[in-house]
């Protein structure tokens, strides 16, 4: 079962994501990219000890890039969060993305396998400096966060990836003990 508490960080930031998403754009420019859904295991211990448990869904909202952000590779803004199946540390978060592709046309019919990468914040409802021992001690609220995914795109508007990211607060206070999740996401353009 998701814990209520976690809605408190993830549930303004779905909010927003819609309100920017219903607002029409200027000279018919879409807003709204790409929406990302996926299941990720949490904690995985990748950069740190494993101790939380469960399971994440895992949600973002890409959005169509500013034509000012072109002199930075044109990386898509995002917001989105993570909520975690057994009650532990959710997150919602927030950042740009730069994506490549790599493959065009691998089989024939079209599709590209692509990579992304991510840097922003992110906001935790986990502990910061006092934890029980299946808890992570993450030391504060606000985290840096970033990710990496390699997907295929199946059709112009459908793909699939294997995502990991991870969040820490980079040393910046007492504790740092940072959460690695691992899984795959399923994107659908508009």
Do not use: C
């Not at 018919?28 to 295991?41: I, N, P, R, S, W």
């Not at 469960?54 to 890409?62: A, C, P, T, V, W």
């Not at 793909?159 to 959460?179: E, K, Q, T, W, Y």
Request: charged fraction near 15%.
């Amino acid at each position: 079962m998701v814990r209520m508490r976690g809605s408190v960080v993830v549930a303004p930031m779905l909010v927003a994501a819609v309100l920017v998403a219903a607002v029409p754009a200027a000279a018919q420019t879409q807003v709204v990219d790409e929406f990302k859904f996926g299941v990720l295991a949490h904690d995985i211990g990748l950069f740190d000890k494993h101790v939380e448990s469960g399971s994440d869904i895992n949600f973002e909202m890409l959005f169509t890039p500013p034509e000012f952000f072109r002199v930075i590779g044109s990386p898509r803004p995002h917001l989105g969060g993570s909520l975690n199946t057994a009650g532990k540390t959710n997150d919602g978060y927030f950042g740009l993305t730069w994506g490549i592709t790599l493959l065009q046309n691998l089989f024939g019919w079209g599709g590209s396998v692509f990579a992304n990468g991510s840097l922003g914040g992110a906001l935790q409802d986990g502990f910061t400096n006092s934890a029980p021992p299946d808890r992570k001690k993450l030391g504060s609220t606000a985290l840096f966060r970033e990710s990496v995914e390699l997907g295929y795109q199946l059709t112009p508007n459908l793909s699939i990836s294997g995502f990991v990211d991870h969040m820490s607060n980079a040393n910046l206070a007492p504790h740092n003990a940072g959460i690695t999740d691992a899984g795959a996401r399923l994107g659908f353009k508009f």
